[in-house]
């Protein structure tokens, strides 16, 4: 792709594996999984959460899925996100189990987004969202045409900044009462990463591979 090059939507829509890890484009049909991951988890995600308008059951029930959905696939139409359900691949079904956005995607000179995610506190500490993050980035950085991504996470979430520091991302930024969480503006770390800092070790799924083994 050029400096300059298509604005809207390269690389998307796909779908994106490693063993038992699947990220692919929400279905309609996701609804009822993504409300009851989203509603077992309030515990667990609203300390994290951007603030919400109405109350959490509300804003996680099937009908506010249908809003979520109409936002991403407009935002991914239009080349702002790559958004994608993470799933667990089991014997007879792909169980939804957390999310993954590559998002605010400017082009041109810039080739930057942010990304977010969670994940169903069932299956925290089992690689999953680390194995996404490392899935998203390696395509946001070849067939998405992105050149840098940021991640930016509340100083009190250990267990989200253990993900990206055991990838390797750089912690470049403190930003001082960034973003409206949970009824307040809250602190958050800036972290980062560029293409060139993982292509001459195969891309960030390779790395992360190379941390798990070491760690065994």
């Known amino acids: 792709m050029s400096l300059f090059g298509p604005a ?34 309030r515990a667990w995600l609203a300390p994290w959460e951007s603030s919400l308008p109405g109350g959490w059951d509300e804003m996680n029930s099937p009908a506010a899925f249908r809003w979520v959905h109409r936002d991403q696939r407009r935002s991914a139409r239009e080349g702002e996100g790559m958004p994608f359900a993470v799933c667990l691949r ?11 956005n590559v998002g605010s995607i400017v082009r041109r000179a810039l080739c930057s987004g942010y990304v977010g995610y969670w994940v169903d506190a069932r299956v925290a500490g089992q690689g999953v969202i680390p194995t996404a993050l490392a899935l998203a980035v390696d395509h946001a950085f ?26 390797g991302f750089r912690e470049e930024a403190y930003h001082v009462r960034y973003m409206h969480i949970d009824g307040a503006w809250r602190d958050h770390i800036g972290y980062a990463m560029t293409s060139e800092e993982i292509t001459a070790e195969g891309g960030l799924l390779a790395r992360w591979h190379r941390v798990r083994a070491n760690a065994r």
């Open 8 to 41: 809207r939507a390269p690389g998307w829509p796909v779908e994106l594996a490693d063993g038992p890890v699947l990220l692919r484009p929400y279905r309609r049909s996701d609804a009822a999984a993504w409300s009851e991951v989203r509603r077992a988890n």
């Open 142 to 167: 070849g067939p998405g045409g992105l050149h840098r991504v940021e991640v930016n996470i509340r100083p009190e979430n250990r267990p989200s900044r253990r993900v990206v520091e055991k990838l």
């Open 90 to 100: 089991e014997a007879d079904r792909d169980r939804l189990v957390g999310h993954i």
